[in-house]
């Protein structure tokens, strides 16, 4: 009887796998349509200065307006097209949609910080840099309104041939940030052999403070160790005043998060420009 249950298990397991594998087809075939159709989108996130107040960025995050499931968010479509091979068309789509968007802005005259990018390591070949300035150059952006943010798998490889690249992008006046940092397998040592820019502390870390000790000595260790590193620091995640109370005091200066604002749909991120949208300190929170 036991031994038939487990068949049963394993029965179902493998109807599940199956399951899964079609649902991924059928994203990785709507995807392909809706790259054709104009169907995707980027919302814009600002990243907020506790110094100034002030928008000092913003990053860019993909949405697909799906004609019948309305919008879906990347968690869903992003590590099929990563399975895929899809992302790489999605990543050049993404990199020319930021870089047409920052030009039209530029022409309305608008102030632009720098916008960031999220690449996969996918598209991180030995072209990239190349692939990149030609689009720089198609819509007129300076590099220097870029940032590119990179997670922690690309450092795994480790290899010559990625800090080559990222040297090369970094040259061209790009900032490069590493994201979701904490959560990946890079040991500190490595960190210091690639040229990284900006290091985001994950919201997982963030999530905790200031009541969860652990949390609090995790985002207390990168801080520190990025002022050591001489590299800047963004928050991202921040949904609390206490979370960001706590930040200030470690000397953190940049969050993002929904404290500030959620993504929002490029005219809405135009708008907050426009009317110079400040962080307020606000009078809800107790005095240093
Ligand atoms: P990410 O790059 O770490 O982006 C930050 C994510 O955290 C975004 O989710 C954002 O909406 C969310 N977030 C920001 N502040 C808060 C907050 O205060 N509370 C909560 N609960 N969430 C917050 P989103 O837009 O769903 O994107 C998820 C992930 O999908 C991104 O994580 C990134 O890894 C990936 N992604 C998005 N756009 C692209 C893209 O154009 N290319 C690639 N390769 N990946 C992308
Ligand atoms: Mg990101
Ligand atoms: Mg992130
Ligand atoms: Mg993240």
């Given amino acids: 009887k036991a031994t038939r249950s487990i068949e049963a298990g394993l029965l179902f397991y493998s109807e599940e796998m199956n399951q899964r594998a079609k649902e991924h087809m059928r994203i990785e075939g709507e995807l392909r349509q809706a790259l054709l159709n104009g169907e995707l989108l980027l919302y814009y996130q600002p990243k907020v200065s506790l110094r100034s107040g002030r928008i000092v960025g913003a990053e860019a995050l993909l949405r697909w307006r799906h004609p019948v499931r309305g919008l879906v ?3 869903v479509f992003i590590p099929v097209a990563e399975e895929t091979g899809l992302i790489l068309d999605l990543g050049s789509w993404v990199l020319e949609e930021a870089c047409r968007q920052i030009r039209e802005w530029q022409d309305a005259n608008l ?8 690449l996969s390591a996918r ?18 952006v300076q590099p220097e309104q870029i ?15 990625v800090i080559a690249i990222m040297n090369e992008l970094r040259a061209m006046g790009m900032g490069l940030a590493l994201d979701d940092f904490g959560t990946g397998y890079s040991s500190l040592a490595y960190l210091k052999k690639f040229p990284i820019s900006t290091l985001k502390i994950d919201r997982s870390f963030v999530i905790g403070l ?8 995790i985002a207390r260790a990168i801080v520190t160790m990025a002022q050591q590193l001489r590299q800047e620091i963004v928050a991202e995640g921040v949904e609390t005043a206490e979370q960001m109370n706590f930040l200030r005091e470690l000397g953190c200066d940049q969050l993002q998060g ?28 107790p005095p240093a």
């Fill in 258 to 285: 929904y404290l500030f604002s959620q993504p929002v749909p490029a005219a809405d991120f135009a708008s907050m420009l426009r009317d110079g949208k400040r962080l307020t300190l606000g009078a809800r929170l």
């Fill in 111 to 118: 102030i632009m910080p720098p916008i960031a990018v999220n």
């Fill in 123 to 140: 598209q991180f070949d030995s072209k990239l840099p190349q692939r990149i300035a030609a689009v720089l150059e198609r819509y007129s």
């Fill in 210 to 217: 200031p009541h969860e000790e652990n949390d609090c000595a």
């Fill in 73 to 75: 968010s990347p968690g």
């Fill in 147 to 161: 940032n590119l943010e990179i997670t922690e798998s690309l450092l795994v490889r480790g290899a010559d041939a």
